[in-house]
C-alpha cells in the first residue's frame, strides 16, 4: 500500500494564480480531509468528507474548493492564490468505526509558497 | 466550539530522562477521542497514542504514556527514557465521538522538543 500520496511536494504561485492539490488513498478510507499547518498555529482543518459526494467545511475554508467523486481522491483547489495561503498543506484519511476515533494516516504535505 | 491549547512552545530534555508535555482543552462533548501526534524533521506526522474520553485508564504505548484529567480537562503526554529521535513537534488533537465525526481533528498549536545527548 502507498498509503497517503500528495502531489506536488512544493509548489510557488504567483498571485492570483490557480492550482490543484492531489490527494489519493489506497486504503479504501471513507474520510478524508485537508488541513493546512502554519508556524505556531497547528493543524487546522480546511475541508473534509465522510465518503464519495459529500464535503463539508472545516475551520478555514474561505479560498478553497473541494470534490470527492471517487472514494480514492479528494483534490483541493485555489482558484485565486493570495499570499495568505503560504502553508504546508496535509492530506489525511481514516476509516470509519464507532463514530470515529481511528487513526488519521497522513500524507507528506505541500509546502506552498505565494508570491 | 471546541478547542485545544498547548502552552509550552518549546521544551528541551536530556537524553534519558523523563519529560512531561501539556495539553488542555475546552469542550462541552461528553463522549470524545484525545491523541497525540509526533512531528518529526521530515514533517511527517506519526501517531503516538490515543485516548477514548470513556476509558479511566490511561493510554500507554511503550515509552509513552498520557495523564487524563476529564474533569479538569488536561490530557498531558509523558515521555520515559527519551531518545534522540523522540526530537519533533508534538501536537496534541481532539476529536468529538459522533457519526460522521472520524475526519474532523482540531489540533493544539504544537510543543517543540528537543532532546539532547
Known amino acids: 500500500n502507498a498509503g497517503v500520496t500528495q502531489t506536488p511536494k512544493f509548489q510557488v504561485l504567483k498571485t492570483g494564480q490557480s492550482m490543484t492539490l492531489q490527494c489519493a488513498q489506497d486504503?479504501?478510507?471513507?474520510?478524508m480531509s485537508w488541513y493546512r499547518q502554519d508556524p505556531g498555529m497547528g493543524l487546522r482543518l480546511i475541508h473534509y468528507?465522510?465518503?464519495?459526494?459529500?464535503?463539508d467545511q472545516g475551520e478555514v475554508p474561505n479560498g478553497y474548493n473541494v470534490s470527492r467523486s471517487t472514494t480514492e481522491d479528494f483534490p483541493l483547489r485555489l482558484l485565486s492564490a493570495a499570499p495568505s495561503q503560504t502553508s504546508v498543506y496535509f492530506c489525511?484519511?481514516?476509516?470509519?468505526?464507532?463514530?470515529?476515533?481511528?487513526?488519521?494516516?497522513f500524507g507528506p504535505g505541500t509546502r506552498l509558497t505565494v508570491l | 466550539a471546541q478547542t485545544v491549547t498547548q502552552s509550552q512552545p518549546e521544551m528541551s530534555v536530556q537524553e534519558a530522562e523523563t519529560v512531561t508535555l501539556s495539553c488542555t482543552y475546552d469542550?462541552?462533548?461528553?463522549?470524545?477521542?484525545l491523541f497525540w501526534y509526533k512531528q518529526p524533521p521530515s514533517r511527517q506526522m506519526i501517531l503516538v497514542i490515543r485516548?477514548?474520553?470513556?476509558?479511566?485508564q490511561n493510554a500507554t504505548e511503550n515509552r509513552f504514556s498520557v495523564n487524563f484529567q476529564k474533569a479538569a480537562k488536561s490530557f498531558s503526554l509523558k515521555i520515559s527514557d527519551s531518545q534522540l529521535g523522540d526530537t519533533a513537534m508534538y501536537f496534541c488533537?481532539?476529536?468529538?465521538?459522533?457519526?460522521?465525526?472520524?475526519?474532523?481533528?482540531?489540533f493544539g498549536q504544537g510543543t517543540e522538543l528537543s532532546v539532547k545527548p
Open positions: 468528507s465522510v465518503g464519495a459526494g459529500i464535503t
Open positions: 489525511a484519511s481514516s476509516s470509519t468505526g464507532l463514530a470515529g476515533g481511528n487513526e488519521q494516516f
Open positions: 486504503m479504501n478510507h471513507e474520510y
Open positions: 488533537a481532539f476529536m468529538k465521538q459522533r457519526y460522521n465525526q472520524g475526519g474532523k481533528l482540531i
Open positions: 485516548q477514548e474520553a470513556y476509558k479511566q
Open positions: 469542550t462541552s462533548e461528553n463522549n470524545y477521542y
